[in-house]
């Protein structure tokens, strides 16, 4: 079955940029799924990051715009997670997930934890 | 984009039925009938639940049911059994390909 795998530093410092991977297993990022980072701070919600298109069209939260790149990796059948200018307030559990266009959330990494401190 | 609206806790006793809300706007859940849910067991990822408002994705039980009324979806559990404690979250796409999570909702089972 499909599965995703995220990878990256567990520590960041303040004001760096965070960058995380997500490797698919058993089935082609350029197939025509959407593919999204989910966060989830300490003991709180989820929060939808961003998407990418099989295409690879982007769409982002307003509130993280301005920081957030999302970007396919095709040859490695992957894709990538960068988060700039982060702050302790980016601490979180940061999930990649493959998403049915404009629907639902179908299959989960397990999750990496993210934390910014010096 | 403002998070949707859920209880922060409910509970309710082994087999009994109990439901969660999950409150948006017209933008969002009153809008487009996709709405999804995910239960998260502790130290887990979400698992789809329910999608389109009241699918169930195969291999999910019949005792987790969803439904929608203007602005709010619903979640209800019949049944409850003690591996059902768990968060769970209601999920909206919101337009231009975005989606809106709600705050969760910790269901203890007595």
């Known amino acids: 079955q499909v599965q995703l795998q995220e990878s990256g530093p567990g520590l960041v410092k303040p004001s760096e940029t965070l960058s995380l991977t997500c490797a698919v297993s058993?089935?082609?990022?350029?197939?025509?799924?959407?593919w999204a980072w989910i966060r989830q701070h300490p003991g709180k919600g989820l929060e939808w990051v961003g998407s990418i298109s099989h295409s690879g069209r982007t769409y982002y939260n307003p509130s993280l715009k301005s920081r957030v790149t999302i970007s396919l990796e095709t040859s490695k059948n992957q894709f990538s997670l960068r988060l700039s200018s982060v702050t302790a307030a980016d601490t979180a559990v940061f999930f990649c997930?493959?998403?049915?266009?404009?629907?639902?959330?179908?299959?989960w990494g397990k999750g990496t934890t993210v934390t910014v401190s010096s | 984009q403002s998070a949707l609206t859920q209880p922060a806790s409910v509970s309710g006793s082994l087999g009994q039925s109990i439901t969660i809300s999950c409150t948006g706007t017209s933008s969002d859940v009153g809008n487009y009938n996709l709405v999804s849910w995910y239960q998260q067991l502790p130290g887990k990822a979400p698992k789809l639940l329910i999608y389109e408002v009241t699918k169930r994705p195969s291999g999910v039980s019949n005792r987790f049911s969803g439904s929608k009324s203007g602005n709010t979806a619903s979640l209800t559990m019949s049944g409850l059994q003690a591996e059902d404690e768990a968060d769970y979250y209601c999920c909206s796409y919101a337009g231009f390909s975005t989606w809106v999570f709600g705050g969760g909702t910790k269901l203890t089972v007595l």
């Open positions: 058993n089935y082609s990022i350029t197939s025509g799924y959407f």
């Open positions: 997930v493959r998403v049915f266009p404009d629907n639902y959330m179908d299959v």
